[in-house]
């Protein structure tokens, strides 16, 4: 069947046999977001935004929708595959037959990126910066103590070395958290967008910090990849893992 302008949530996989129609161009109106933790999977989606602890997958047409997996997108299985408009966003790869369309509609690719380790990320800065800070407050006082004791009372320099001691320890945590959250975002390093057919005039792409805007149609399949140099570039010759992408398609379409 056809989901449409229906607000749909799981804490497991989505499957939707038709499609899902939104109308994200009317930001007022709700009923058009689809929500898992786990993959979504549907023949096409049109003004819809859906959001994929997992992957998406998408059998025939993604238009003018807003795509975000944790970890994948893939538009094209037995399909026409086309992903024309919006925005797809996952971590490790985008995948599909066409990427826009011949009216050089804008169509945003990223990868690269995990959205919610960079959002971990900016909590854990101003977690830092707040431990920092309240630290050399405190440091202050016990400076103070140290110089002249009969500024300081005696209980006022034993709160301050207490908060200074668990000021420390919460910032080694925080560092802790940071160096784990990166080394897992460095595994999206070898991210990329694929394409078997083609990609349009109009689409811009994006692996982390590089972005590529296409300023003219190109009609054959490769792959954006970030080379060994860190240059953002397109190989005409590599298409990915066709096993690798069947086998997470199946695993998608079959869950």
Not at 151 to 170: G, H, I, Q, S
């Amino acid at each position: 069947g056809t989901a449409e302008s229906a607000i749909l949530i799981s804490v497991g996989n989505i499957v939707i046999k038709g499609g899902a129609v939104g109308n994200l161009a009317k930001r007022e109106q709700t009923g058009q977001i689809v929500q898992c933790k786990g993959c979504f999977s549907s023949t096409y989606v049109q003004q819809v935004r859906v959001e994929a602890g997992d992957s998406i997958f998408i059998d025939d047409v993604a238009m003018q929708s807003e795509l975000l997996a944790i970890n994948q997108i893939i538009v094209g299985g037995k399909s026409r595959g086309v992903l024309v408009g919006g925005q797809a966003q996952a971590t490790l790869l985008v995948k599909a037959k066409t990427i826009g369309g011949p009216t050089h509609i804008r169509t945003r690719i990223d990868v690269g990126v995990n959205p919610q380790l960079s959002a971990q990320l900016a909590v854990l800065a101003r977690r830092k910066a707040d431990a920092q800070g309240k630290l050399e407050q405190v440091s202050k006082v016990l400076a103070l103590r140290e110089a002249a004791p009969a500024k300081v009372p005696d209980d006022v320099a034993a709160k301050a070395l207490k908060a200074a001691a668990t000021l420390r320890n919460e910032l080694q945590d925080v560092r802790e958290e940071e160096a784990m959250v990166q080394s897992q975002m460095e595994l999206a390093a070898g991210a990329r967008v694929v394409v078997d057919v083609g990609v349009y005039e109009g689409a811009e792409l994006y692996c982390g910090q590089k972005f590529m805007r296409m300023d003219h149609d190109r009609h054959y399949g490769g792959s954006f990849v970030v080379d060994d140099e860190g240059n953002f570039v397109y190989d005409p010759t590599v298409l990915g893992s066709p096993e690798e992408i069947r086998s997470v398609w199946k695993r998608g379409k079959s869950s």
